[in-house]
T-cell receptor, first 108, second 116 residues
Framework: GQNIDQPTEMTATEGAIVQINCTYQ??????LFWYQQHAGEAPTFLSYNVLDGLEEKGRFSSFLSRSKGYSYLLLKELQMKDSASYLC?????????FGAGTTVTVRA | EAGVTQFPSHSVIEKGQTVTLRCDPISGHDNLYWYRRVMGKEIKFLLHFVKESKQDESGMPNNRFLAERTGGTYSTLKVQPAELEDSGVYFCASSQALFAPTDTQYFGPGTRLTVL
């Protein structure tokens, strides 16, 4: 089975940094993906990790430790438009298994 | 480049009726996926096409759901007859490369299905 856990909600201030943790226990692993989803819109690809370590893409970074079944998404210099749901997903044999998502609210 | 498109954006039907959802993947993408998010739950995999062939349909809930991908282009997902528990948001995604399990999947905006 697949078990992917992430916090339900997080709140942060504009300009700050927020770290969204994701832990997983899955029957297989090809990679870990992070998506951003605004209400009523398509999930948008942010980042992915296949190997252990940190991947940096502008204001967003993602980290993976396969031995610990752990990943995090780091959002820096938060902007109001970053208020959204962030989805952690493990890919195994093409298909994605998702966590329930973390709603991030950015306050002025 | 156009993204993944889905039609309709919303559908409200009564229990027992039939509904057909359509997905147009990104041009040139051989892989097409269907996912579903039921209220309050996480997004779950339904099935995976490689071109016109069903590669994996392990997530299809029952035989009331039928997916097709004509000529390896657009795909349809038919629910017949619809039940109350089929309500949710149905997402389509596509990815480009064959034989690349970690290829990025790009999602459409989803079809919100409400069964009354």
């Amino acid at each position: 089975g697949q078990n992917i856990d992430q916090p339900t909600e997080m709140t942060a201030t504009e300009g700050a940094i927020v770290q969204i943790n994701c832990t997983y226990q899955t029957s297989g692993f090809n990679g870990l993906f992070w998506y951003q989803q605004h209400a009523g819109e398509a999930p948008t690809f942010l980042s992915y990790n296949v190997l252990d370590g940190l991947e940096e893409k502008g204001r967003f970074s993602s980290f993976l430790s396969r031995s610990k079944g752990y990943s995090y998404l780091l959002l820096k210099e938060l902007q109001m438009k970053d208020s959204a749901s962030y989805l952690c997903a493990v890919q195994n044999d093409y298909k994605l298994s998702f966590g329930a998502g973390t709603t991030v609210t950015v306050r002025a | 480049e156009a993204g993944v498109t889905q039609f309709p954006s919303h559908s409200v039907i009564e229990k027992g009726q039939t509904v057909t959802l359509r997905c147009d993947p990104i041009s040139g993408h051989d892989n097409l996926y269907w996912y579903r998010r039921v209220m309050g739950k996480e997004i779950k995999f339904l099935l995976h096409f490689v071109k016109e062939s069903k590669q994996d349909e392990s997530g299809m809930p029952n035989n009331r759901f039928l997916a097709e991908r004509t000529g390896g282009t657009y795909s349809t997902l038919k629910v017949q007859p619809a039940e109350l528990e089929d309500s949710g948001v149905y997402f389509c995604a596509s990815s480009q490369a064959l034989f690349a399990p970690t290829d990025t999947q790009y999602f459409g905006p989803g079809t919100r299905l409400t069964v009354l």
